[in-house]
């Protein structure tokens, strides 16, 4: 079965140093992965995404992901974090067998100290 | 502006009652997806539809029914035979091989 884990409820981060989130992957084939963040009350916003190609992906407001086929991993990354970096970070799957379900992971917080 | 909306954003039920939870995009996605939100279990799949007329069971699916008559909505309605239906509620719809959200309905039970 296709599934996500996001071994950390919660990341701190001093504000200019760089984080990661991280994202581990259980798939048959190749994966479609995906972040997403959300802010309190709100839905998901789109982060990036790898399908294919170069493994460094660049993403929206400075994040960029690094895909890693032997460790199964699909960490999110940013070199200097801000407070307004704080939300709840999702990382997901997409099912490539035809059913296109997406499969999201259990989220992790992030909180940026200023 | 180009998006999902999903109105109520808050949304009160009684005991034994049904309520429907409403989603609309005006991207022209063919498909559109429902998941429920609870505190530390991330997203799961309740329903989702890859086109008009169609739409297959999610993770999830007890208790809730959907519908697909047009391509721009796809309302939830949460039976009574759900029992513990209180929690975020997002519809998303899919384009570029991405998802995107609304803003969610949240749900509680009076």
């Known amino acids: 079965a296709q599934s996500v884990a996001q071994p950390e409820d919660q990341v701190n981060v001093a504000e200019g140093n760089p984080l990661t989130v991280k994202c581990t992957y259980s798939v048959s084939g190749n994966p479609y992965l995906f972040w997403y963040v959300q802010y309190p009350n709100r839905g998901l916003q789109f982060l990036l995404k790898?399908?294919?190609?170069?493994?460094l992906v660049k993403g929206s407001y400075g994040f960029e992901a690094e895909f890693n086929k032997s460790q199964t991993s699909f960490h999110l990354k940013k070199p200097s974090a801000l407070v307004s970096d704080s939300a709840l970070y999702f990382c997901a799957v997409r099912d490539i067998r035809g059913t296109y379900k997406y499969i999201f992971g259990t989220g992790t917080r992030l909180k940026v100290l200023a | 502006d180009g998006g999902i909306t999903q109105s109520p954003k808050y949304l009160f039920r009684k005991e034994g009652q049904n309520v429907t939870l409403s989603c609309e995009q005006n991207?022209?996605?063919?498909?559109m997806y429902w998941y429920r939100q609870d505190p530390g279990q991330g997203l799961r799949l309740i329903y989702y539809s890859q086109i008009v007329n169609d739409f297959q069971k999610g993770d999830i699916a007890e208790g809730y029914s959907v519908s697909r008559e047009k391509k721009e909505s796809f309302p939830l309605t949460v039976t009574s035979a759900q029992k513990n239906p209180t929690a975020f509620y997002l519809c998303?719809?899919?384009?570029?091989?991405?998802?995107?959200f609304g803003s969610g309905t949240q749900l509680s039970v009076l």
């Open positions: 991207l022209n996605h063919d498909a």
């Open positions: 998303a719809s899919r384009g570029s091989e991405k998802l995107f």
């Open positions: 790898y399908i294919t190609g170069d493994n």
